[in-house]
């Protein structure tokens, strides 16, 4: 949480401001989809394609916590079949990858 103490300079405020400016803007948001189906992922890809939605799709548990950690996520769609490792375990190792892990989606069926 950012705060300004008591006596600030008019530059302290300004950057402040700016910075309030800068997260209040609108930008484009980022979700990760896990699926060791290239064509299942593709089918998740665009059913979800929107113009401020950037997705990010990988196959397998390890790329997706290398995704984590290069980039940050506002949310992870995590399908049934992912390869190297079980959907629960990777979400596991989502959540214990950083203190606030993106909202996780563990998708059962067909898009």
Same mark, same amino acid.
């Given at each position: 949480?950012? &705060?300004?103490?008591? !006596? @600030?300079?008019?530059? !302290? ?11 209040? %803007?609108?930008? @484009?948001?980022?979700?990760? @989809?896990?699926?060791?189906?290239e064509g299942m992922r593709e089918s998740i890809a665009q059913s979800? *394609?929107? /113009? ?5 799709? @990988? !196959?397998? *548990? ?7 950690? %290069? %980039? =940050?996520? =506002? *949310?992870? +769609?995590?399908? /049934?079949?992912?390869? =190297?490792? !079980?959907?629960? /375990?990777?979400?596991?190792?989502? %959540?214990?990858?950083?203190? &606030?892990?993106?909202? +996780? ?7």
């Amino acid at each position: 949480m950012t &705060y300004l103490e008591k !006596s @600030v300079s008019n530059e !302290s405020l300004a950057d402040a401001f700016t910075t309030i400016e800068e997260s209040a %803007q609108k930008r @484009v948001k980022k979700l990760l @989809v896990v699926c060791a189906d290239e064509g299942m992922r593709e089918s998740i890809a665009q059913s979800l *394609g929107a /113009q401020d939605l950037e997705i990010v799709a @990988v !196959s397998a *548990g390890a790329h997706a916590l290398e995704a984590m950690k %290069q %980039q =940050d996520l =506002d *949310g992870i +769609v995590v399908h /049934q079949k992912i390869e =190297d490792t !079980s959907p629960l /375990q990777l979400v596991d190792e989502i %959540q214990a990858c950083r203190p &606030y892990a993106p909202p +996780v989606i563990l998708m059962t069926s067909e898009a």
